[in-house]
């Protein structure tokens, strides 16, 4: 059974950071290392979308929307995986998840807020 949580969302001016952060526990934490993890956002009245994906060995993919803003890392010791988000815009306000690639069920997300 997959158990990811997710956390560090939040309220950010344009221009500023955040640090997302996921967490898996259960069976998904023993296995996690194995996995090829995606973070993904859903913006109002938009389809979810990738916006970072990090395989088992640590290779990255971004789409060009987020490319040299978002940086996606993973600390298979404590079966996390971040996402690290840098000169955000109003456009990246969105509720923010992390799944296994491949998975289709879905936690809670966590929202982040772009705004002035």
């Known amino acids: 059974q997959v158990q990811l949580v997710e956390s560090g969302g939040g309220l950010v001016q344009p221009g500023g950071s955040l640090r997302l952060s996921c967490t898996a526990s259960?069976?998904?934490?023993?296995?996690?290392?194995?996995?090829?993890m995606g973070w993904y956002r859903q913006a109002p009245g938009k389809q979810r979308e990738l916006v970072a994906d990090i395989t088992s060995g640590g290779s990255t993919n971004y789409p060009d929307s987020v490319k040299g803003r978002f940086t996606i890392s993973r600390d298979n010791a404590k079966s996390t995986v971040y996402l690290q988000m840098n000169s955000l815009t109003y456009e990246d306000t969105a509720v923010y998840y992390c799944?296994?690639?491949?998975?289709?069920?879905w936690g809670q997300g966590t929202q982040v807020t772009v705004s002035s």
């Open positions: 259960g069976s998904s934490g023993l296995l996690f290392r194995f996995y090829n």
């Open positions: 799944n296994i690639v491949g998975n289709d069920r």
